[in-house]
């Protein structure tokens, strides 16, 4: 909302790429978010029209910052500061069988049973 520049881990965390500060900062000193190929520090000063790498599990998302924001806003209004150019192909990697889980139960089905567990310690 305002003209000057913010830190890489409150403008991660208010245009809703991580869930958490904490998150963006612990993504940023584990070398997961890249400015022009090279890791940044959390306190970054992000700038408009910077592309900004992010190592979200298996993929590589990109994105472009449009404006500056200082603190969290709803995910509508979120979408007009940033700029997603990850491709698809990168969204695509999370519907591979080789990044599914491994043993699904559906949510509500209660607790396992006797017999659920042994087959799982079986899976396993």
């Known amino acids: 909302m305002s003209d000057k520049g913010s830190r890489l881990d409150k403008w991660l965390w ?3 790429v ?19 190929d090279q ?5 970054h000063e ?3 029209g910077e592309v900004i790498s992010i190592k ?8 472009k910052v449009l404006g500056m924001l200082e603190r969290r806003v ?3 209004v979120a979408k007009t500061y940033i ?18 889980p491994v ?3 559906p949510k509500g089905s209660g607790r396992p049973s006797k017999k659920d567990r042994r087959d799982l310690q079986k899976l396993l």
């Open 14 to 16: 208010a245009t809703r």
């Open 83 to 100: 700029e997603d150019l990850t491709p698809p192909e990168e969204y695509q990697k999370l519907r591979r069988p080789e990044y599914q």
């Open 103 to 105: 043993f699904f139960r």
């Open 18 to 36: 991580f869930k958490t500060r904490t998150q963006a900062t612990d993504a940023c000193k584990s070398g997961h978010v890249k400015i022009n």
């Open 56 to 63: 979200l599990g298996v993929i590589e998302k990109t994105v």
């Open 46 to 48: 992000v700038k408009v």
């Open 39 to 43: 890791t940044v520090k959390p306190a």
């Open 74 to 76: 709803s995910a509508s």
